[in-house]
T-cell receptor, first 121, second 111 residues
Framework: GAVVSQHPSWVICKSGTSVKIECRSLDFQATTMFWYRQFPKQSLMLMATSNEGSKATYEQGVEKDKFLINHASLTLSTLTVTSAHPEDSSFYIC?????????????????FGPGTRLTVL | RKEVEQDPGPFNVPEGATVAFNCTYSNSASQSFFWYRQDCRKEPKLLMSVYSSGNEDGRFTAQLNRASQYISLLIRDSKLSDSATYLCVVNRVDSWGKLQFGAGTQVVVTP
């Protein structure tokens, strides 16, 4: 089956530092990757969508200068949380989708990475 | 109003019993519906898609009621391993291919 990895799985950092999270599709080429954030007891919230070779599109309310996304290859997307603060502490999850829907299908399954737990002190 | 709403639970279920819960969605134009399972501090995993006519996958049965805008999940013969949070997921109408997640319903199966 499709496997997506994330690294690191957890990170603790001081306020003001930047943290980079990698998302890799291990056995398929992901034309689209999604970045989500999940606070305790809350739903996954989509932060941004990245398509290989183009700029990411951000959801309303998500600061693109704070959450830098790069999708330079079909198997790797990175999310950098710049100048992290305690309120950025959360569970960050990426997902990857192989390619756009076929045969009229409007959905292709997203395969999720195991997530990265970020704690900013 | 949230786009996808779920009863957070927890639903405490004796092993072997049946449990069912619903999820409501606000946008009547939604076309695709799913149930995901999320274990504590883990990523969500697709449990099953939900089809208009209802569908079954082993002990799991999903139903869609478009008129009332809700989907349901029923788990028969509950196993201890069914303990998890079940996420209701609906495709976003405003943006193709994107998903809207509910906050989840927690199910705890007890011996």
């Amino acid at each position: 089956g499709a496997v997506v990895s994330q690294h690191p799985s957890w990170v603790i950092c001081k306020s003001g530092t930047s943290v980079k999270i990698e998302c890799r599709s291990l056995d398929f080429q992901a034309t689209t990757m999604f970045w989500y954030r999940q606070f305790p007891k809350q739903s996954l919230m989509l932060m941004a969508t990245s398509n290989e070779g183009s700029k990411a599109t951000y959801e309303q309310g998500v600061e693109k200068d704070k959450f830098l996304i790069n999708h330079a290859s079909l198997t790797l997307s990175t999310l950098t949380v710049t100048s992290a603060h305690p309120e950025d502490s959360s569970f960050y999850i990426c997902s990857a989708r192989e390619r756009a829907g076929f045969g009229g299908s409007s959905y292709n399954e997203q395969f999720f990475g195991p997530g990265t737990r970020l704690t900013v002190l | 109003r949230k786009e996808v709403e779920q009863d957070p639970g927890p639903f405490n279920v004796p092993e072997g019993a049946t449990v069912a819960f619903n999820c409501t969605y606000s946008n009547s134009a939604s076309q695709s519906f799913f149930w995901y399972r999320q274990d504590c501090r883990k990523e969500p995993k697709l449990l099953m898609s939900v089809y208009s006519s209802g569908n079954e996958d082993g002990r799991f049965t999903a139903q869609l009621n478009r008129a009332s805008q809700y989907i349901s999940l029923l788990i028969r013969d509950s196993k201890l391993s069914d303990s998890a949070t079940y996420l209701c997921v609906v495709n976003r109408v405003d943006s193709w291919g994107k998903l809207q997640f509910g906050a989840g319903t927690q199910v705890v199966v007890t011996p």
